[in-house]
């Protein structure tokens, strides 16, 4: 089989990135990042950072990419989840890509990428995936055909969660990083709302109670107590569909997979049941454009391709909407 090189492109939110891969190789990555100097992110004004980047980071990345970059076979995009306007900035670049270089055109799940950028990173066939971002906060697991979801949040992703009290706190966008760094130095937990509803859970309260609590106690135990409650409910979950589905393998994916005390929450649970937990390094937690390659040529081997007239973006596009025919 000729070797296949395709150019994948992210942007459903804060970070535009575009790269170049193969089976074995990534030939090529480039990104610009939205971050706003006050509040959250703003589709609007994300858009309009992607709009007026995309033009440049394309050639950047197929300099890079030198003879590969001219060797194109296909152009995947992010087709959803994600900020609408973000969607058809980008969704307008790749289209404009699959008619002026006469290649195919690629409509990826933004999620599913996530998972097939981990498996291929860590080298795991078949784990229970936390899938854990701004926007989303999921179990699945492959079964028959799609990418399952065992249980998800019924509100809004962690990521999101952890942003919400970031802002109400005074800290930059992305809240989580800070307050991972402040919950290190916490003295103790207060207690705040623990939500799993059979198989989901849910963080508004969480939220809620969280910035309430900062009219009591420190920033730092706050910190600590919103990460501790909230992680311990994705572990709970997680565990519960490893012992459903009897598997061995646990992948954690997704932009606050980068957490070191979520890894280590749910290291301590896959060490107590005798399985293994994978994550990839910080760079491919977040988005990126590698992971929209990588998933646009899985699908390009399996005949997977899209046309013109059927691009629109999908905001709203769940996983499980997905026919995962590539595995």
Not at 48 to 72: M, N, P, T, Y
Not at 257 to 263: D, H, Q, V
Request: aromatic share 8%; with cysteine.
């Amino acid at each position: 089989m000729k070797n296949r090189f395709v150019l994948g492109i992210e942007g459903t939110a804060w970070n535009l990135s575009a790269a170049i891969i193969d089976r074995t190789n990534i030939v090529a990555e480039v990104e610009s990042q939205y971050l706003p100097q006050k509040g959250g992110l703003h589709p609007r004004m994300a858009a309009q950072h992607h709009a007026s980047e995309i033009g440049d980071l394309i050639r950047k990345v197929l300099a890079e990419g030198g003879e590969f970059g001219a060797d194109l076979s296909a152009v995947a995009f992010s087709q959803g989840p994600g900020f609408g306007p973000c969607l058809r900035t980008i969704a307008t670049a790749a289209r404009a890509l699959s008619l002026s270089l006469e290649i195919p055109l690629i409509g990826v799940n933004h999620c599913i990428a996530h998972i097939e950028v981990g498996k291929r990173i860590c080298n795991v066939t078949d784990p229970v995936i936390l899938y854990v971002s701004g926007g989303n906060s999921q179990v699945l697991s492959y079964r028959a055909g799609k990418y399952r979801i065992f249980g998800e949040t019924l509100d809004i992703g962690i990521g999101n969660a952890l942003d919400k009290f970031g802002r109400y706190a005074g800290f930059q966008h992305p809240g989580g990083p800070k307050v991972e760094q402040l919950a290190k130095n916490a003295k103790k937990y207060v207690p705040l709302p623990y939500v799993v509803k059979g198989m989901d859970f849910s963080f508004s309260g969480l939220t809620t109670a969280a910035k309430d609590a900062l009219e009591y106690a420190s920033q730092e135990d706050v910190c600590h107590s919103f990460q501790e409650t909230a992680f311990a409910m994705l572990v709970e979950v997680t565990e519960r569909a490893l012992a459903h589905i009897e598997k061995d393998d646990v992948l954690l994916v997704g932009g606050v997979g980068a957490n070191e005390r979520l890894k280590e929450m749910l290291g301590i649970m896959c060490k107590d049941r005798g399985a293994r937990l994978y994550a990839p390094e910080k760079k491919f937690m977040r988005d990126n454009g590698v992971m929209i390659a990588h998933t646009g040529l899985l699908m390009l081997e399996s005949g997977v391709t899209l046309p013109i007239k059927d691009s629109a973006v999908r905001p709203n596009y769940r996983p499980d909407d997905v026919d995962v025919v590539w595995v």
